[in-house]
């Protein structure tokens, strides 16, 4: 999902800047906020900083004969929400642009907007959907990290439609030749992103039963009472 | 092993399945450079596209060979890693500290008390 350093014309480089700026300065808001008011999820906050480090930093080998890696933005955007969850992405993307030129200093907006912002909402809106639902708290979690990871990489395909539509057959055409080496890649990468967010999930509920219970993760008995008496009054 | 430790072992396996399959059944054979990155693909897509574009900013520092790339993308992962790891490691010596603390003044204050983990 990194746009190289350059790789976008100068005018849509500067628009996904201005676009993702409000988000992640919003971000650094809530993250202060959080460590202020909670400083004992400072240690949270590092361990989804860091899953975010490893899982970026992972290339797999995909059905369609090429790598691609995961993001690690669903675990953070579950637990401290998405506005957080963009900070710690813009950290590891300038990580990523300034030491292994990878990503880069003119394309930083666009991958942040795709990898920091959207990702972590989409992640995020599909937990909550289906917490609303009664889903077990693991399937969320899958289904939250999955959309988290395929939608950054569809986001991406976009952004390289919109700067590079095909002579041809346009913007569409385009979406289509950058979805195939994007999103198609993928998939199956998103669904082991889902699984080893799933995984640090079942240690996280083993070791820090009180931190998510705060988080609003784990439900405690009166607060699954008060929503289950909740739902039947409405 | 516990049953927990067998789902975890069992959903890592399938995270290695996941990585390992397309390598074992040649699914990058028909490409000329087998299991190359989707972001260099997506550069060599633009340069179809659009022929004439040329990059207008370089990267300020460029690692000089793969090597110094593969380490530095090794030093990400080991960081990540090792504060996970930290993470885990003092949740654990914690835990296992309160109960400790909780068995000893259940022993001193109330004998029959059994102590309730976290």
Not at chain 1, 11 to 39: C, D, K, N, Q, Y
Not at chain 1, 43 to 51: D, E, P, Q, V, W
Request: proline residues 6%.
């Amino acid at each position: 999902m990194h746009i190289a350093e350059g790789f976008l014309p100068p005018a849509h480089a500067i628009a996904w800047g201005v676009a993702s700026a409000p988000f992640v300065v919003h971000g650094v808001r809530s993250l202060t906020r959080e460590v202020r008011e909670h400083p004992e999820s400072t240690l949270l906050l590092g361990a989804s900083g860091a899953f975010t480090f490893v899982l970026s930093a992972l290339k797999l080998p995909s059905v369609t004969g090429s790598c691609s890696h995961p993001t690690g933005t669903g675990l953070g955007a579950i637990l401290f929400r998405p506005p957080i969850m963009a900070v710690l992405g813009t950290i590891t993307l300038l990580f990523q642009a300034l030491l292994l030129a990878h990503g880069g200093l003119t394309t930083l907006g666009a991958n942040v907007f795709s990898m920091a912002i959207v990702g972590p909402w989409a992640g995020y809106g599909v937990y909550r959907l289906l917490r609303r639902w009664d889903v077990p708290l693991m399937v969320t979690v899958f289904f939250g990290a999955f959309v988290a990871d395929l939608s950054t990489y569809c986001v991406t395909s976009v952004q390289l439609a919109l700067a590079f539509p095909d002579p041809g057959s346009g913007f569409l055409g385009a979406l289509g030749k950058f979805g195939s080496i994007f999103a198609v890649t993928q998939i199956p990468l998103a669904v082991s992103e889902g699984l080893l967010t799933v995984i640090v999930m079942r240690l996280l509920v083993q070791s820090s039963r009180g931190e998510l219970t705060r988080l609003g993760v784990l439900l405690t008995k009166s607060a699954t009472a008060a929503a289950k008496s909740g739902a039947v009054a409405r | 092993m516990s049953r927990n430790a067998r789902i975890n072992a069992l959903l890592l396996l399938a995270v290695a399945a996941l990585a390992v399959l397309p390598l074992v059944l040649g699914l990058g054979d028909h490409k000329e450079e087998p299991f190359a990155g989707a972001d260099a693909e997506a550069e060599t897509a633009i340069t179809e596209i659009e022929p004439d574009y040329e990059p207008w900013f370089s990267p300020l520092y460029e690692p000089p060979s793969g090597e110094v790339e593969s380490a530095l993308f090794a030093l990400q992962a080991a960081l990540g890693a090792g504060v996970l790891a930290y993470y885990f490691g003092l949740r654990r010596g914690r835990r296992q500290g309160e109960e400790r603390a909780l068995t000893a003044s259940g022993d001193a204050t109330a004998p029959g008390n059994t102590p309730e983990g976290d």
